[in-house]
């Protein structure tokens, strides 16, 4: 077996799509390090080469995994017309944190208990519980096609709760970050 040159990690690398400080944070070692092993300024140890190669491993395996394998389907959500009381309801009993507004299975929007927590210490109201979810709703999560990868997901999720899937415009599953986590124990 022929140790990888210098040259082949960074070709590697860039067709994984990864950056440095990406192969770095994966494989448990610096950004520099990897800068340094790429320029062949240093000879890195067989067991740094090791762990280079087994974060290659584990991306080549993500990138095999697409999104249609890990969406929940079909997707709980609530209208435009629904009242916040009724998307509490809803929220309580699937034990989610937010949800999607689709208008016709269109996302218009996202409501979260966040929102909700907000609009309460705001609210000068009495009660929020019959105002409508168009009133109070957040932007839209962002939306995939069911064919791509779960890595690509995955950095979408770095930013937004959950990504829903939309197959002909028409959302046919979400994720969540709580989805793509468990790829980390298998399940």
Same mark, same amino acid.
């Given at each position: 077996?022929?140790?990888?040159?210098?040259?082949?990690?960074?070709?590697?690398?860039?067709?994984?799509?990864?950056?440095?400080?990406?192969?770095?944070?994966?494989?448990?070692?610096?950004?520099?390090?990897?800068?340094?092993?790429?320029?062949?300024?240093?000879?890195?140890?067989?067991?740094?080469?090791?762990?280079? %190669? &087994?974060?290659?491993?584990? +991306?080549?395996?993500?990138?095999?995994?697409? *999104?249609?394998? !890990? /969406?929940?389907?079909?997707?709980?959500?609530?209208?435009?017309?629904?009242?916040?009381?009724?998307?509490?309801?809803?929220?309580?009993?699937?034990?989610?944190?937010?949800?999607?507004? %689709? &208008?016709?299975?269109?996302? +218009?929007?996202?409501?979260?208990?966040?929102? *909700?927590?907000? !609009? /309460?210490?705001?609210?000068?109201?009495?009660?929020?519980?019959?105002?409508?979810?168009?009133?109070?709703?957040?932007?839209?999560?962002?939306?995939?096609?069911?064919?791509?990868?779960?890595?690509?997901?995955?950095?979408?999720?770095?930013?937004?709760?959950?990504?829903? *899937?939309?197959?002909?415009?028409?959302?046919?599953?979400?994720?969540?970050?709580?989805?793509?986590?468990?790829?980390?124990?298998?399940?």
């Amino acid at each position: 077996m022929q140790l990888p040159t210098p040259e082949d990690i960074k070709k590697k690398r860039n067709e994984l799509g990864l950056t440095q400080s990406d192969l770095a944070k994966r494989a448990g070692v610096s950004q520099p390090l990897i800068a340094r092993i790429e320029s062949g300024d240093v000879d890195p140890r067989l067991s740094t080469v090791r762990k280079i %190669l &087994d974060a290659f491993g584990e +991306v080549e395996k993500e990138q095999q995994i697409i *999104i249609r394998d !890990l /969406m929940h389907s079909p997707v709980i959500h609530v209208s435009p017309d629904d009242s916040v009381e009724e998307v509490v309801n809803l929220m309580h009993t699937h034990g989610f944190s937010q949800v999607p507004v %689709l &208008d016709g299975g269109i996302p +218009v929007g996202s409501i979260s208990e966040d929102m *909700i927590v907000k !609009l /309460m210490a705001e609210s000068k109201k009495k009660s929020i519980s019959q105002l409508k979810v168009s009133e109070v709703m957040g932007e839209s999560f962002p939306t995939v096609s069911p064919g791509i990868s779960t890595s690509v997901v995955s950095h979408i999720l770095e930013g937004n709760p959950a990504v829903l *899937i939309v197959e002909k415009g028409t959302v046919i599953g979400v994720v969540t970050k709580h989805d793509v986590m468990k790829l980390l124990h298998g399940q």
